[in-house]
């Protein structure tokens, strides 16, 4: 069952596909980063409007049930200390 958000509710993603540093270089997880935690507040929830044709046509779908999307700001991206080390001596080269 999928847990209830709050507006202003503090979330952390520990699956983090890919992430953009502040330099403008872009991260890419195989197939996900590893000892990386996303923290966010969660903004807003709405619902998804399903795309023109995307009927399949099948009578079993459940039309009482709406997908949603969540909007957040992420406020945080934590490294482990051995991540970090890593990035360190990275940048330093």
Sequence with gaps: ??????????????????LKRGNGEFLRGRPYLTNVTVEAIFEEEFPLVPAAGGSSGSSNSASSTTATAGRYLVTKIVHSDAN????????LQ
């Design 84 to 91: 970090k080390r890593l990035l360190e001596q990275a940048l």
């Design 1 to 18: 069952m999928k847990e209830v958000q709050r507006p202003g509710s503090t979330v952390q993603f520990g699956k983090v596909v890919a």
